[in-house]
């Protein structure tokens, strides 16, 4: 089993940046997969970043590439989502989400981290 806990989120700027991170607890991190999702206002959740347990691979939803860039400290049981060039539209809560490298479906979720991008 695997909790998570996102910090990180906030008010900024149109143009800005924030960092969210995602501490992990449970022996299994290092054999997780780890991604963040989002979820707007009246809006369907959205795929934003994916890493692979080794950090070796990384995944992007199309309206964040270039933008955020997803990392992870496998010493520090930490998965990272570093925003920059923020829009408006980025606006909604992201939740970190893990699972074990083998099975399919997201099974760990966090309760997730609010993030406001004014204009």
């Known amino acids: 089993q695997v909790q998570l806990v996102e910090s990180g989120g906030g008010l900024v700027l149109a143009g800005g940046s924030l960092r969210l991170s995602c501490a992990a607890s449970g022996r299994t991190f290092s054999s997780c997969d780890m991604g963040w999702f989002r979820q707007a206002p009246g809006k369907e959740r959205e795929f934003v970043a994916s890493?692979?347990?080794?950090?070796?691979?990384?995944n992007y939803g199309d309206t964040v590439k270039g933008r955020l860039t997803i990392s992870r400290d496998n010493a520090k049981n930490t998965v990272y989502l570093q925003m920059n060039s923020l829009k408006p539209e980025d606006t909604a809560v992201y939740y970190c989400v893990g699972k074990l490298r083998w099975t399919a479906n997201w099974n760990y979720w966090g309760q997730g981290t609010q993030v406001t991008v004014s204009s």
């Open positions: 890493i692979t347990w080794s950090g070796g691979t990384t």
